[in-house]
């Protein structure tokens, strides 16, 4: 059963990056997609982007196209998002998410989320 | 982007009884494959959205049967056949082609 471990919450400055890492454990890395899905305080759920490790391909929702980043690690089993020009309203929970290979439907693994506060 | 409608957008509910949650897309979620890329999701208080129903209507392990995924094209709805105190959340549906979500329907308990 596999188990995505999150980095620790993280508090930046406006205008600066930040990179959260997502870590799989107990399943074939590259036999599926992750996606980044976030969540404001007290909002909805956002998609952000996706990898699909196998072969490096990404997919990046419109909004984000510029200033996220995903790419994987596939010898350590790890996903990365980062994102850059952090702004206040970027403050939220970024979860990473496994989906079937090839496709972003059937988000079945989530990891616990990490926090991310933009303030100056 | 593909806009996902859902509605209601809170649904009081009493243990027992059934409810329904309809979500609309703004473009056809109908794949030429023959799937319609449609999820739902819910996020229980305090805790990471989980998989309900994938492709319509294909309930992920571990998810009662009560729940059932129905539609195609732009209309899905998500039924719950007796709602139960565990099943307290906020329900999303989202399209999976270029993902976008639904606003988000809270169920709670009358």
């Known amino acids: 059963q596999m188990h995505l471990v999150q980095s620790g919450p993280e508090l930046k400055q406006p205008g600066s990056s930040v990179k959260v890492s997502c870590k799989a454990s107990g399943g074939s890395f590259t036999s599926y997609a992750f996606s980044w899905v976030r969540q404001a305080p007290g909002q909805g759920l956002e998609w952000m982007g996706g990898i699909i490790p196998l072969f490096g391909t990404t997919q990046y929702a419109q909004k984000f196209q510029g200033r996220v980043t995903i790419n994987a690690d596939t010898s350590t089993g790890t996903a990365y998002m980062e994102l850059s020009s952090l702004r206040h309203d970027d403050t939220a929970v970024y979860y990473c998410?496994?989906?079937?290979?090839?496709?972003?439907?059937?988000?079945?693994?989530w990891g616990k989320g990490t926090t991310v506060s933009v303030s100056s | 982007e593909i806009v996902m409608t859902q509605s209601p957008l809170s649904l009081p509910v009493s243990p027992g009884e059934p409810a329904s949650i309809s979500c609309r897309s703004s473009?056809?979620?109908?794949?030429?494959?023959?799937?319609?890329?449609l999820d739902w999701y819910v996020q229980k208080p305090g805790q990471s959205p989980q998989l309900l129903i994938s492709l319509a209507s294909t309930r992920a392990s571990g998810v009662p049967d009560r729940f059932r995924g129905s539609g195609s094209g732009t209309d899905f709805t998500l039924e719950i056949s007796r709602v139960e105190a565990e099943d307290v959340g906020v329900y999303y549906c989202m399209q999976a082609l270029q993902p976008t979500f639904g606003q988000g329907t809270k169920v709670e308990i009358k």
């Open positions: 998410c496994r989906t079937r290979s090839s496709t972003w439907s059937a988000m079945d693994v």
């Open positions: 473009q056809s979620l109908l794949h030429s494959n023959g799937y319609n890329y």
